[in-house]
């Protein structure tokens, strides 16, 4: 298979820098790990500085670098470089053939592993159980499994706490980094959107409590949307949003109350009053319906509804801070501005929605971590440099298949 087009199905994030400690003083570093979730596939896998860059610089749109420091000043160290990838799940032999071609699974020596020697990777994601064979069969390695809950809050963690300009507020189309206290930094909630959605208050590392979730993620906005759309993509769908208009389908209290407002319960005339309510007309057929204006108002409709729960569950709990991660939001415009109006909507402008950069990979991120012998534990937020953007524009090569594949950039008001 021709790596060229397995890429160009990889849709990457972006690729961060790390400094590692010098080879002398440490064990081996483990160069790969997965999160295997219902729709899609993310990696996380590292090299050393020279390692795959003529090829990836094809790929990756964006680069950053991140210093690491053990601390110890007369200790020089040798820099690596962190790359994430991720692809549909219902393409995991693309996945597969990804990791075979840059031999991640043998930490990127292209030479034969001896059959007696094990490969283990970390893995963690309901898929790490149902494609375990598969990939001991197509690559030869052992999963070792990671819990899901376990990665995520761990890789929120380490961003939280190591890197700077991760996250952010949005609202009317504008980002606002948070400087993030880090001896104020529990506890939170950490709502992360994919397939379905999970509600995590963090107490602190490794202390963590699953509160609420909905079944209503993802998955459902993909789902619903290639059913009354015909899309055959999660990104096709969501670049149709772009040019779509809601109104068309939602109903508005607009559209009950003659143009008013119904003022004496706080509700303007745009808001909505029933998702895809308009849809119940007797004069008009699905097909009636033009695509984008569906993709559009499914998108409203399930942003708003994790909004509202999430702050609901903030307010349960008493948590100040909401951290909203996943890769059904995809750094989107329209999606970070819609949960930031629903939170600040319900919780009358006491709670604000944040968002982080490096959204979609926290579980990878955190099963990477899970590496116990490479020191990934010393790398406390005070050994940390900052996170650095060296270009935050995408890439113009032809392998991009995201149309979002920069989540660095700003975003324009819709």
């Known amino acids: 298979m021709d790596l060229k087009g397995v890429a160009g199905r990889a849709l990457p994030s972006d690729e961060a820098s790390i400094a590692m400690l010098p080879a002398e003083s440490r064990a081996p570093m ?15 896998y590292y090299s050393r500085n020279g390692d795959w860059l003529p090829e990836d610089n094809k790929i990756w749109s964006s680069k950053e670098s991140l210093g690491v420091s053990n601390g110890e000043g007369n200790h020089p160290l040798s820099e690596g470089r962190l790359h994430f990838a991720k692809f549909e799940t219902s393409k995991i ?19 034969e592993v001896p059959s007696k020697n094990k490969i283990i990777i970390k893995a963690t994601g309901g898929g790490a159980f149902k494609f375990t064979d598969l990939f001991k069969e197509k690559l030869g390695i052992v999963l070792d499994k990671e819990d899901e809950m376990d990665c995520l809050v761990a890789g929120a963690n380490f961003l939280l706490k190591a890197v700077q300009r991760e996250a952010f507020f949005y609202m009317d189309g504008q980002k606002q980094f948070v400087q993030i206290d880090h001896k104020d930094l529990y506890p939170y909630l ?28 993802g998955g459902t906005f993909w ?4 059913l009354l759309t015909k899309c055959q993509s999660f990104d096709e769908l969501l670049e149709l949003s772009h040019v779509g208009n809601n109104r068309v389908i939602d109903m508005l209290v607009g559209d009950i109350y003659g143009g008013t407002d119904y003022a004496k319960i706080g509700l303007s005339s745009t808001n909505i009053a029933s998702s895809f309510g308009k849809a119940i007309s007797v004069d008009k057929e699905l097909e009636d319906y033009q695509p984008e204006d569906i993709s559009r108002s499914l998108l409203r409709m399930i942003s708003n509804n994790i909004g509202q729960i999430a702050y609901l569950n903030a307010l349960r709990y008493g948590l100040k801070r909401i951290f909203f991660g996943g890769f059904f939001i995809r750094g989107h415009a329209y999606t970070m501005d819609t949960i ?23 579980g990878a ?11 990934f534990d010393d790398l406390t937020a005070h050994q940390l440099a900052q996170l650095c953007p060296r270009r935050e524009s995408c890439s113009e090569g032809t392998l991009h298949s995201a149309p979002h594949c920069d989540v660095i950039k700003e975003k324009k008001t819709l």
């Open 365 to 375: 991120l955190g099963a990477f971590a899970s590496y116990e012998r490479h020191g």
């Open 223 to 226: 789902g619903l949307g290639r």
């Open 340 to 362: 930031s109006v629903a939170v600040h909507y319900w919780s009358k402008g006491e709670a604000q929605a944040m968002f982080l950069r490096h959204e979609g990979f926290l």
């Open 93 to 111: 032999n693309d996945c597969i053939e990804f990791i075979r071609s840059k031999q991640l699974h043998v930490g990127g020596q292209h030479h």
């Open 30 to 44: 483990p160069h790969l790990a997965i999160d295997i979730g219902g729709s899609l596939i993310k990696l996380v």
């Open 190 to 217: 950490l709502v992360n959107i994919g397939s379905g959605v999970s509600m995590i208050k963090v107490d602190g590392d490794g202390k963590f409590e699953r509160v609420s979730g909905t079944s209503v993620g």
